[in-house]
């Protein structure tokens, strides 16, 4: 369906109303695009009105009775008419605090509201990456009931920009989106380049030995708005499993040390239920992730000893498998003891297929598994030199640069994107950055003045042409 085929969330949805004076970040905000009025739905999380969006018209679903709360009834759509780019810029207090990292989730859905029975392909990006893709025909069950994806991405800027791309002339559509900041050093990994040059989009989140959970589904709290899977969802029940061991679900009976600290806030009940293959000499545990080929993945393993009859290090050995490769021998009581929450992640790289495959074998007892992550890591790409896109846009209000010709968000950026209509962009030398190189207005018959701020733009190669009137 996508070029990021994620892992979608149906009908779920976010909450931070009760965070915990034990996380430090306060920004939050959920937006129901399409929306007239704020309101609070069932989870008490206060939904504000559509706003800070650059053009497009709101609409409704064909069937609301489907749909379990507000902000999943209404939608922004982007006609072709509001030009080829369009953008959510939202104001955040990172610049001032020098830059900060953020979970994005949003809610797409287009249960055919134009009436036109043709779910529309547009590309999305988050501040100048592209980060989901969407392509028609969605699947039957997305497109009437709609899907939540979600993202961890670092900003410095004083607004991040969510833009949408129409592909042909599709109006890309948007239910809610929501951005929360979350603990800079969350989600660290063993990378060539500081973690600030990557994206991480969620390709699969699951939690062991329950139902789906979590902010929108529960009561359960989530600092970073997580919504957790049953991992019955990705296990393949026809696994071998070796000297008849069966399938087993556990539960804790002692509170979990370890939880809900910094720098991932994973929650307490993450780690309070576990998924064994048990029986004589243990068994085996294999999951299957769908994801993207060519790609980088972060897989983040959640375990804690939760066996009152596990008391010390070697009764539970256990090999964790990705596609083939025996990546660790993991012994969990080894590690921490019983009852204590224990976090390994791994990067495969260069995936050639599609379908990631995690598979726990027993050396000595039975595997255990709490949970499980899988995020696509993709990398940043080059935006255009802040000089002149801050120059780019006070042309723009300057010669009153009309919304159809969709300029908006970065001028250059994405890269896999045409730049604004009448632009022409690109990279520095040492490849950091990219630059306006062509600016050709002749034919659009604009009115106005051209910008002091015009002189920023240093590499224009050939003349600036406009006509003014």
């Known amino acids: 369906m ?27 905000l959920h937006i129901d695009c399409g929306g007239h009025v704020n309101s609070t739905d069932a989870f008490h999380t206060t939904w504000l009105s559509d706003r800070f969006q650059s053009g497009g018209a709101t609409s409704v679903v064909s069937e609301p009775l489907h749909f379990h709360h507000q902000q999943e009834k209404t939608l922004r759509y982007f006609p072709i008419s509001s030009g080829k ?28 509201f134009d009436g036109k029975s043709h779910s529309p392909s547009f590309d999305v990006s988050v501040e100048g990456t592209l980060v989901f893709s969407w392509q ?3 699947p039957e069950s997305v497109s009437r009931s709609g899907a939540y994806s979600d993202l961890f991405f670092y900003s410095n800027d004083s607004v991040v920009n969510l833009c949408f791309y129409s592909i042909a002339t599709d109006s890309p559509v948007i239910g809610s989106l929501e951005l929360t900041q979350i603990d800079p050093n969350s989600y660290p990994y063993d ?27 529960t009561n359960d709290t989530d600092f970073f708005g997580r919504s957790w899977q049953s991992d019955a969802e990705f296990r393949l029940p026809s696994v071998s499993i070796t000297n008849g061991a069966t399938i087993k679900a556990i539960s804790a009976i002692k509170n979990i040390l370890n939880a809900e600290k910094s720098p991932n806030y994973f929650p307490e009940k993450l780690y ?3 998924i064994t293959a048990s029986g004589n000499g243990g068994g085996v545990l294999e999951y ?15 375990f804690a000893e939760i066996d009152v009859s596990v008391t010390k290090a070697g009764q539970r050995v256990f090999d964790v498998i990705v ?62 030199v802040p000089e002149q896109a801050i120059a780019m846009r006070a042309l723009k209000a300057s010669l009153h640069v009309p919304d159809r010709m969709g300029w908006n968000g970065d001028p250059c950026a994405p890269t896999a994107w045409d730049a604004w209509e009448g632009v022409t962009c690109h990279p520095t030398k040492d490849e950091s950055n990219l630059v306006v190189s062509q600016i050709d207005l002749g034919s659009q018959g604009l009115k106005g003045y051209v910008s002091d701020q015009i002189g920023f ?4 190669e050939l003349e600036f042409q406009f006509f003014r009137r």
Request: hydrophobic residues 35%.
């Open 136 to 138: 028609s025909p969605w």
């Open 191 to 217: 990378y060539p380049k500081n973690s600030t040059n990557y994206i991480l989009v969620n390709y699969g989140r699951f939690s062991s030995g329950s139902d789906q959970w979590g902010p929108g589904f």
């Open 85 to 112: 780019k369009n953008c959510y810029s939202i104001p955040t207090p990172a610049a001032a605090a020098g830059g900060g990292r953020y979970s994005l989730r949003t809610f797409t859905v287009y249960d055919n």
């Open 457 to 460: 733009l240093t590499n224009l």
């Open 288 to 302: 299957e992730l769908p994801v993207d080929a060519k790609m980088d993945y972060l897989l983040v393993f959640h």
């Open 272 to 274: 309070q239920t576990a």
């Open 323 to 384: 596609n083939g490769d025996n990546a660790s021998r993991i012994d969990v009581y080894k590690e921490v003891g019983g009852f204590y929450a224990y976090d390994w992640s791994y990067v495969v790289k260069n995936l050639s297929s599609t379908t990631l495959s995690v598979r726990l074998e027993s050396v000595v007892g039975a595997p255990v598994i709490c949970g499980l992550e899988n995020y696509a890591i993709v990398p940043v790409d080059l935006k255009t």
């Open 2 to 28: 996508s070029r990021f085929s994620l892992i979608f969330f149906f009908l779920s949805l976010l909450h931070y109303s009760s965070l915990s004076l034990s996380f430090p970040f306060n920004y939050s």
